[in-house]
């Protein structure tokens, strides 16, 4: 497998994860050039940060300023840009002529996360993958603006939110419940919506029988390393830094999360929001790490992802206890 490097003067910026199918996609840009690297689970990636991270731009316009911006920022936007590219969004509600038809749908993340949102029909299940969704079900049909009235009646009506933190979604990701539980909440939700009909629910929506739909699978969740007690813990990125490294075995991807198995038997979620914005090397052999004023930092890195073995020379965070990790894995 191979992916596009950008490097300093002008080459590839990763642009994250996407899914446009079933398989999650690593997305590049360089100018008005766009490219794609399919990614498959079992093998092995990696990359090495280079330097310091700018602002990704707006709407595919360069940023301006060529800003610096926070490595912990998952946005990966300097203020200005952030603002454009809102402005521009379904969620601001500027666009109410919009003659597209929108989709309304339940989606579940795990045992009482469930969220209501909307999303163009034409894009079908993309934006369920791109949250993370473990299982959703559609709920109607119909113009934009009677797709968010129906999520604000819904979202009162059923004390559902219309956003649940990623944070969140990887705690319990590892130790789900079976399929039939999962498909349960769903439809015990999808029942209380369908009662509000005639009641808030607007007349120009049309509503969409049951089909909950099930993600495990997609996501390479039911064939990971689930955590055991006492054993290796999961761990996320935090941040990048220059020099630093990220290197494992894909086992499960997830909305924008890469799932690694590292040295020791540990996971390492990356949310590849943060790698936006990065000069990227990649890693296809061991490194030999020095310590350069005090920042953990990788020699000796060369190639394109498909790294051969693992290594993580970021901060990390434990999922489960919130402590953070100093550096090294």
């Known amino acids: 497998m191979t ?44 990359f090495r940060a280079l330097g310091e991270r700018h602002c990704v731009g707006a709407r595919g316009n360069v940023c301006p300023l060529g800003a610096a911006v926070p490595g912990r920022s998952t946005g990966g936007r300097c203020a200005e840009c952030a603002r454009l590219d809102r402005a521009h969004s379904v969620a601001a509600d500027t666009m109410a002529d919009d003659p597209r038809t929108y989709r309304v749908y339940l989606a579940w993340f795990g045992p009482g996360m469930v969220k209501v949102g909307i999303t163009g029909e034409e894009r079908g299940a993309a934006r369920l993958r791109e949250q993370g969704a473990v299982a959703f079900s559609w709920l109607g049909r119909g113009p934009l603006m009677a797709a968010r009235r129906t999520e604000e009646v819904l979202r009162a009506a059923l004390g559902v939110p219309d956003r649940i933190p990623y944070a969140r979604k990887r705690s319990v990701r590892g130790q789900l419940p079976g399929r039939e539980e999962r498909a349960a909440e769903v439809a015990g939700l999808y029942g209380r919506a369908a009662e509000l009909e005639g009641r808030g629910w607007p007349e120009s929506l049309e509503r969409l029988p049951l089909e909950v739909v099930d993600q495990v699978g997609i996501f390479g969740l039911d064939g990971a390393p689930a955590p055991e007690p006492g054993g290796a813990p999961v761990r996320a990125v935090r941040e990048l830094v220059d020099g630093g490294v990220v290197a494992g075995r894909l086992v499960a991807a997830a909305g924008p999360d ?5 040295a020791g038997g540990g996971v390492v979620v990356l949310d590849t929001r943060l790698i936006t914005g990065w000069d990227l090397t990649s ?6 790490v020095t310590e350069v004023t005090g920042v953990t930092r990788a020699t ?30």
């Open 283 to 288: 890693v296809t052999r061991a490194t030999e």
């Open 3 to 46: 992916c596009g490097v950008r490097a300093a003067g002008g080459g590839w910026w990763c642009a994250g994860v996407r899914w446009p199918g079933h398989a999650p996609e690593l997305g590049w840009s360089r100018g008005g050039d766009r490219r794609v690297s399919v990614l498959a689970y079992g093998a092995g990636l990696g």
């Open 300 to 329: 000796e890195a060369t190639g394109v992802t498909g790294a051969t073995g693992s290594d993580v020379r970021v901060p990390l965070i434990d999922i489960g206890g919130g402590g953070v990790q100093g550096g090294l894995f």
């Open 258 to 262: 890469l799932h690694l198995a590292v």
